[in-house]
């Protein structure tokens, strides 16, 4: 069975950081790519980062490219979302999903999905 498993999340303050995680387990993680997505309410799921399934190729978004670094671990099925710099606007429900191929920041696209992790920005 396919699990991916999100932690780190949780309510920090403006300017602070956050490391998130994503264990994965039940498929041939290094044969995926991951992304990061987030969806705050009211508003659509949006991709914050993507990378590769082997991890040189990686990509942050506009709304946080400067604050983001995306990285994996693979003999630990584990990948992570760092930010930094936080601000009340990065307040949302952080998921992480993988696929078979290329990274992509297309939520369509992805084949497995976490159940989300809560990040709460307090100014």
């Known amino acids: 069975e396919v699990h991916l498993v999100e932690s780190g999340g949780g309510l920090v303050q403006a300017g602070g950081s956050l490391r998130l995680s994503c264990t994965a387990s039940?498929?041939?993680?290094?044969?995926?790519?991951l992304g990061w997505f987030r969806q705050a309410p009211g508003k659509e799921r949006e991709g914050v980062a993507t990378?590769?399934?082997?991890?040189?190729?990686?990509y942050c978004s506009a709304s946080v490219k400067g604050r983001c670094t995306i990285s994996r671990a693979n003999a630990e099925n584990t990948g992570y979302l760092y930010m930094n710099n936080l601000t009340p606007e990065d307040t949302a429900v952080y998921y992480c999903?993988?696929?078979?191929?290329?990274?992509?920041?297309?939520?369509?696209?992805?084949?497995?999905w976490g159940q989300g992790t809560q990040v709460t920005v307090s100014s």
């Open positions: 990378i590769s399934s082997g991890g040189s190729f990686t």
């Open positions: 039940g498929f041939k993680f290094d044969e995926h790519a």
């Open positions: 999903a993988a696929k078979g191929g290329l990274e992509t920041m297309y939520a369509d696209m992805y084949d497995y």
